[in-house]
């Protein structure tokens, strides 16, 4: 009966619109003559879902009969965006339903605009996740993503008055189609109580972990198709329960509002995305989402290993796990207890398991990112966790006690615990010590990590266990779903569509960079992808501007790092140069937009400052009619996964101008250039292997570089450098009330004054202007341009994310390809 009637779903038109209409009749439970576009959006999804819920079946079915070895990468953060679109584009399925649309009389655009994101993540580390989610699948690995389910994403950002102020993102409030709640997967997690010690049959101490409270965690599948292949992975997040068994003595004993009152705190732990991107906030409830997710998705992975009946000793023949950052370093503990404690494995034989097993992706090396726990608050909630960690310590600086004796400096600085009052667990040290390797996410960064944050470690562990992995993006989401006209000239030009699994094919646009017709139909594609976010502005702000202007656009999260600030004050710098010019004089000048977008931190305060000013900027020179519409300033409010789809396949110049040193890599940049935008940047993260790529006449490259920041700031701090003249003349402005009440900006300017200046905006602004210019210069030169343009994108294929996990897959996880086999 299985092979007669299972998994029986067409992809052509009409089986299509058979199952609109059967979802709008029976899961909508509306009249087929009373649909809008959102039910519309409803009933494609639904039909979208039986498909990706087939092709899911049948790829776990594989997995588990082929039984080869598994990844699992655990992120706190998987930023996907929208998904429909994506797994129409991915299944092939895209021309069929269009067409099929159409005839029920919708739009295919109207309807893809009706999802609501999936925001489950602050900002690159979240959306890497996405991008190597999808090529997982793309290529066939077996993997698996681990994470949580927030009811509410990162918040949603308005404006008033200038301000970014934060709205909750439920984005669950209608069905989510996208995900297969298993509640029949529930998984229980233990937090707080004691431990005992107990000698076993055999004589050997053990230890139990008693009492406490008890919640549960849900799974809920999401389906991630695979491009032009049947693989579909699954990203399980966990969402939090309270136990029933444990209400219900509570509701006997009549205590009804303490149970109620219990069962929200248990719903709370997945409650909620914390919002900070690179900072540290020590909160009680990040710590116990952190554990609670960790045991979950390690209980689930044990379970699945089990069923194999596999010694222990082949566990990491079996099992991978990458720990996206250390968020999830709690793994490593829960890993080795359940060894030790549940399954009486001796201490060394686990740890080997354990350390050969996992593996480290370091994404910052902002001090003030760096994840450090209080013992006392680890010791309340996991006390046999706090044990195991001291241990892990104690064991480990023996080893390095007896590689390299009598150091006692170098202890004290690679110990796991911070031996402050209270103590602290370094969470990236344990990392470390738990793994068998560790990497970073661009040259410049993996090599920063072994000179800065990481370098103790090298003196003990030498070089060979820290690794660089340069990070990628998927090629279907950020140019064939984003920009369809460049893709469709693309496949013409190349003739197949084959680029899209293998990127370096890209190059094969090089020997069309003269032929007319091409470069035309660049032009156009660009042009086009400007009048959309032209209107995509005019829609969300108001403010009209010219697709002929040159598009300068820095979207991503604000941050003082980032330097949004001197954008900004660059910004200025033009507008009060362009208001000395005369008629005659601002005719010749190239004209500008200049796009900023992205979300502060709910409690960054400067950052929130930067947003502030830009608005009021913006305001000042948007409204000057004596400038004649050389210069727009816009803030594009709530910055998201969806909207920079719109945004970055219409720039022209982006920014990426970071402190040297300080972004780890970047994505976005990868993503701009890969569509034909030229790139201003610092010589930082994955700028530099770009220009490598593309050869630095197509890059606008200005800045000091990252082996010079120490003594810069060493100069700010206890030398009295005056700051740069330009930079004064604008700070002057502002001081003068030229964009409102200065008063109100006084924080801000005093982050660059005052032997401060943390982020060498004054040691970069004069070398920023005079590259400014240069991207003038060369804008006027269309011709020039576009060869650049094109250029850029042949030469992208190294950032494809494909490479980035083809590296992971064979140089770290060793694993391989398991091709989907199909029944029929
Ligand atoms: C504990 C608070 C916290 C939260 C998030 C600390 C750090 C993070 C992330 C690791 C920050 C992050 O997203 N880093 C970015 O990772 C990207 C993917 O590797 C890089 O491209 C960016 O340069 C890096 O800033």
Known sequence: LWEKYGADESDDKESFQKSFIRHVTTTLARSIYNIDNFSAYQATAHSVRDRLINRWNETQQTHTEVDSKRVYYLSLEFLLGRSLDNALLNLGLKDNYGGGIKELGFTMEDVLDQEVDAALGNGGLGRLAACYMDSLATMDYPAWGYGLRYTYGIFQQRLKDGYQIEFPDYWLNFDNPWELPRLDVVVDVQFCGSVNRYTDEEGHKR????????????????????????????????????????????????????????????????????????????????????????????????????????????????????????????????????????????????????TQTFAFTNHTILPEAMERWPVPMIQYLLPRHMQIIFDINLFFLQKVEKAIPNNRDLLAKLSIIEESTPQFVRMAHLAIVGSHRVNGVAALHSELIKKTIFKDFIQFYGE??????????????????????????????????????????????????????????????????????????????????????????????????????????????????????????????????????????????????????????????????????????????????????????????????????????????????????????????????????????????????????????????????????????????????????????????????????????????????DTQKLVDESYKDQEGWTTKSIMCSAHMGKFSSDRAIQEYADQIWEIKPVPVMTKK
């Not at 969402?239 to 709370?268: C, H, I, W």
């Open 207 to 354: 230890y139990v972990w008693e009492g406490g409270d008890t919640l549960q965690a849900i799974a809920y599948d999401v389906p991630i198709p695979g491009y032009g292949t049947k693989n579909c992975i699954n990203i399980r997040l966990w969402s939090s329960k309270p136990k029933r068994q444990f209400d219900l003595t509570r509701f006997n004993e009549g205590q009804y509002e303490q149970a109620v009152y219990e069962q929200m705190q248990a719903e709370n732990i997945t409650a909620v995305l914390y919002p900070n991107d690179n900072h540290m906030v020590g909160k009680e409830l990040r710590l116990k989402q952190q554990y609670f997710w960790v045991a979950a998705s390690l209980f689930d992975i044990v379970r699945r290993f089990k069923k194999s009946e596999k010694p222990w000793s082949d566990f990491p023949l079996q099992v991978a796990i990458q720990l996206n950052d250390t968020h999830p370093t709690l793994a490593i503990v829960e890993l080795q207890r359940i060894l030790v404690d549940l399954e009486g494995i001796g201490w060394d034989e686990a740890w080997a398991i354990v």
């Open 464 to 769: 060979s266990k820290f690794e660089n992995k340069t990070n990628g993006i998927t090629p279907r989401r950020w140019l064939h779903q984003a920009n369809p006209k460049l893709s469709e000239l693309i496949t013409e030009t190349l003739g197949s569509k084959n680029w899209l699994k293998n990127l370096d094919l890209l190059k094969g646009l090089k020997s069309y960079v003269d032929n007319k017709d091409f470069r035309k139909r660049w032009v156009a594609a660009k042009l086009s992808n400007k009048v959309r976010l032209a209107d995509y502005i005019q829609k969300a702000t108001g403010i009209v501007v010219n697709s002929n202007a040159l598009f300068d656009v820095q979207v991503k999260r604000i941050h003082e790092y980032k330097r949004q600030f001197m954008n900004i004050l660059g910004v200025i710098h033009r507008y009060n140069t362009l208001k000395k010019m005369t008629s005659e004089e601002r005719a010749c000048v190239v004209h500008r937009v200049v796009i900023f977008g992205g979300k502060a931190a709910p409690g960054y305060y400067i950052a929130k400052l930067v947003i502030k000013l830009i608005n009021s900027v913006a305001d000042v020179v948007n409204n000057d009619n004596s400038i004649e519409d050389s210069l727009k300033v816009v803030f594009i409010p709530d910055y998201n996964v969806s909207v920079a789809e719109i945004i970055i396949p219409a720039s022209d110049i982006s920014q990426h101008i970071s402190t040297a040193g300080t972004e780890a890599s970047g994505t976005s940049n990868m993503k701009f250039v890969l569509n034909g935008g030229l790139i201003l940047g610092t010589v930082d993260g994955a700028n530099i292997e770009i220009c490598e790529e593309i050869g630095d006449d197509n890059i606008f490259m200005f800045g000091n570089l990252a082996h010079q920041v120490d003594d810069l700031r060493h100069a700010h701090r206890y030398r009295n450098v005056p700051v740069d003249p330009s930079l004064q003349a604008v700070i002057n402005d502002i001081e003068s009330g030229q964009f409102g009440d200065s008063r109100i900006f006084a924080p801000l300017i005093n982050t660059l004054t005052h032997g401060k200046d943390y982020y060498l905006i004054s040691d970069d602004f004069q070398s920023y202007l």
